[in-house]
């Protein structure tokens, strides 16, 4: 039996406006400096992960939910919106807390996915995964959010989010010039069906 999608549904959505003003966006770039920072791994704490120079450049913190609470109320808000009216995936709430990103000159991360493909490490399940733009774009180049799908780009402006389907295998590209800051958050829960 073929399962046909609604014709609302898709794997990928930008929000139309930035949710995070400049100065929020500021706020939640100090929380991450407040954090300590750690090198960027691969491979979700699984066999043959780690740090992998070949594959992610980055460095990372972690954003405690007690740090900024209303940011992440007004994440999850976004996220049943978001839930709603583009995915229609069963059970998906903040599971993990939010990382905070920065992609020096050269940092990058290749072609990956944000779900354990054979889910040994799962529950909970990475089933949406979600990008803020904390950065102006103008104080930086390169570091695009790429994806395989349609080879599809978004051009997000500072404080806008795009939110995808954790399966869809997306990267970031090499920056030339400045430093990329960006929130990344995933939601999930039991296994799809």
């Not at 780690?50 to 913190?61: A, E, H, L, Q």
């Not at 920065?102 to 493909?117: A, C, Q, R």
């Not at 599809?152 to 989010?161: E, I, R, S, T, V």
Request: proline content about 8%; hydrophobic content about 35%; charged content about 20%.
């Amino acid at each position: 039996m073929i399962i046909k999608m609604p014709r609302w549904c898709s794997y990928m959505a930008t929000t139309t406006q930035p949710i995070f003003t400049p100065q929020q966006c500021d706020m939640v770039i100090q929380a991450g400096h407040k954090q300590k920072p750690e090198v960027a791994q691969v491979g979700m704490n699984k066999p043959g992960g780690g740090v992998d120079k070949k594959k992610r450049t980055t460095t990372i913190s972690w954003i405690p939910f007690d740090k900024l609470p209303q940011m992440y109320k007004k994440v999850e808000h976004q996220l049943s919106l978001v839930n709603l009216n583009h995915f229609g995936f069963e059970n998906v709430r903040i599971t993990e807390p939010a990382q905070f990103t920065e992609y020096p000159k050269g940092g990058f991360y290749d072609w990956h996915m944000d779900l354990d493909i054979n889910g040994a490490y799962e529950p909970p399940v990475r089933k949406i995964s979600m990008t803020i733009l904390l950065s102006d774009p103008s104080t930086f180049k390169g570091g695009e959010l790429e994806f395989m799908e349609n080879n599809k780009m978004p051009d997000l402006k500072q404080g806008q989010a795009i939110f995808f389907a954790s399966f869809i295998r997306h990267r970031v590209a090499p920056v030339t010039k400045g430093i990329r800051r960006s929130l990344v958050m995933w939601f999930g829960g039991t296994p799809f069906k």
